[in-house]
């Protein structure tokens, strides 16, 4: 296997060590750590205006009738609601802080909305695009609800109403999910050759995402290494989003399973928006519990990319 067929086989996990060997580059290297800091703000304020572009590119592939509801978009939701009441109430009973401090990134990883491009990967894996589409958008407005009622629960000294903590979250996706969907659908009608040439183009999306999580890796990295928690304390949060990934995954696939979707009801539940988990545990919640969906990002994308080789490798997806 040659140095190209190995980059485009383990694309995601190219880009992981892509951006940890970047930000160690740039942080460790005296005459360019100058040159890091400076370009770091660029690099964080470029991923939504990525995420919109593989986004829409993404959706040029949609069928407007494809895109309904399906059971499972609901099962999925009761789940991960269950899932995050369970985990407050542990938050809540916890007496040792670290214990709780762990619980409360745990949250974040569960409560974090669908990552809005869960699609692009699951269109790779041979899922439903427009399934995927549909149960994000459902996904964001049920965490958009969900999110700002147990936040007090948590956090008792949070001082953000209801409303205000919805709109907040609802600002974090509506740019980077619903415009591009809408735009796409529009250029359908509009321009439909020039949309058809750009849903032509193999795997242009995919690899888009590939820049945004070196991107997103590199900030990861630098954050766990500035972690001001035991090590102990450390270790859990960076181990157990490792065993929530593989749970959430299995359990979205047992249940999509049911329904003839285990791809798409896997990844949709499987793969989460953790720049919004993070957001959500640096505004409302611990800073320190951050580290836990900033863990998940890796870990879910080491799933991606092993389902991803065994589907190219076997031509199904195992799991």
């Known amino acids: 296997m040659n140095v190209l067929s190995f ?16 930000y160690l580059l740039f942080s460790r290297v005296s005459f360019l750590e100058p040159i890091g800091a400076d ?16 986004l829409f590119v993404t959706f040029c592939k949609i069928d407007v009738r494809d895109l309904r509801p399906r059971p499972w978009h609901f099962w999925l939701q009761l789940l991960r609601i269950v899932l995050s009441l369970a985990l407050v109430a542990g938050i809540v009973c916890a007496g040792v802080p670290g214990v709780r401090l762990v619980l409360v990134g745990v949250f974040v990883c569960v409560a974090c909305p669908t990552a ?12 439903s695009i427009a399934s995927m589409t549909i149960y994000t958008i459902i996904d964001n407005v049920v ?9 007090p629960l948590i956090e008792r000294g949070v001082d953000v109403s209801f409303f205000t903590a919805m709109l907040m979250v609802l600002r974090n996706v509506a740019f980077v999910l619903v415009v591009p969907l809408a735009l796409a659908l529009l ?62 995954f299995a359990m979205g ?27 959500i545990a640096l505004t409302f919640l611990d800073p320190l519990s951050a580290l ?28």
């Open 7 to 22: 980059i485009k086989r383990w694309s995601l996990v190219v880009s992981l060590l892509a951006g940890t060997i970047i």
């Open 39 to 54: 370009a770091e703000p660029l690099l964080v304020g470029a991923l939504p205006v990525l995420l919109f572009v593989l």
């Open 187 to 248: 250029c359908r009608r509009l321009v439909p050759r020039i949309t058809s040439a750009i849903a032509g183009v193999r795997n242009l999306a995919f690899y888009i995402w590939c820049v945004n999580l070196a991107i997103v890796t590199g900030v990861t990295v630098r954050n766990i290494l500035h972690a001001t928690v035991s090590g102990s304390t450390l270790v859990m949060l960076l181990a157990l989003p490792l065993l929530v990934t593989l749970a959430l």
């Open 143 to 151: 965490t958009s609800v969900v999110v700002p009622l147990l936040l």
């Open 253 to 279: 696939k047992a249940v999509g399973h049911a329904y003839g979707d285990s791809v798409s009801a896997g990844q949709a539940l499987g793969q989460k928006n953790t720049v919004v988990g993070i957001w």
């Open 292 to 319: 836990a969906p900033g863990a998940y990002v890796i870990w879910q994308n080491l799933v991606n990319a092993w389902q991803i080789w065994y589907k190219e490798k076997y031509g199904r997806v195992k799991w």
């Open 116 to 127: 809005a491009a869960a699609a692009v990967v699951t269109e790779k894996l041979g899922g």
